[in-house]
Nanobody
Framework: QVQLVESGGGSVQAGGSLRLSCAAS????????MGWFRQAPGKEREFVAA????????YYADSVKGRFTISRDNAKNTVYLQMNSLEPDDTAVYYC?????????????????WGQGTQVTVSS
């Protein structure tokens, strides 16, 4: 039973921070690239960040570069998204996802497993 369970979402003021966690089970976590995507009301799901299997490579959308940090702990089967300097445009449901290489980390079509999402709301 593959599961990805996001947590850590909530409501914050602009400029604040949140750390999202995604706990994985039911598959060999260390063999998968992990990504974070988000979907705002009325908008398409978009790429946020991704990290390679070992954690040695990271990728970010231009909109979050310098503010967000993705990391993973393979011993804990968990991927994180540290979000700083949050902006109202960051408001969305955030999803974690797992995919096997070769893959385009920026494309949601590359990912096989998805979490249920966690809401992030940033007020101004």
């Amino acid at each position: 039973q593959v599961q990805l369970v996001e947590s850590g979402g909530g409501s914050v003021q602009a400029g604040g921070s949140l750390r999202l966690s995604c706990a994985a089970s039911g598959f060999t976590f260390s063999m998968f690239d992990m990504g974070w995507f988000r979907q705002a009301p009325g908008k398409e799901r978009e790429f946020v960040a991704a990290v390679s299997r070992s954690g040695s490579s990271t990728y970010y959308a231009d909109s979050v570069k310098g503010r967000f940090t993705i990391s993973r702990d393979n011993a804990k089967n968990t991927v994180y998204l540290q979000m700083n300097s949050l902006e109202p445009d960051d408001t969305a449901v955030y999803y974690c996802a797992a995919g096997l290489r070769p893959l385009n980390v920026y494309s949601d079509r590359s990912y096989m497993h998805w979490g249920q999402g966690t809401q992030v709301t940033v007020s101004s």
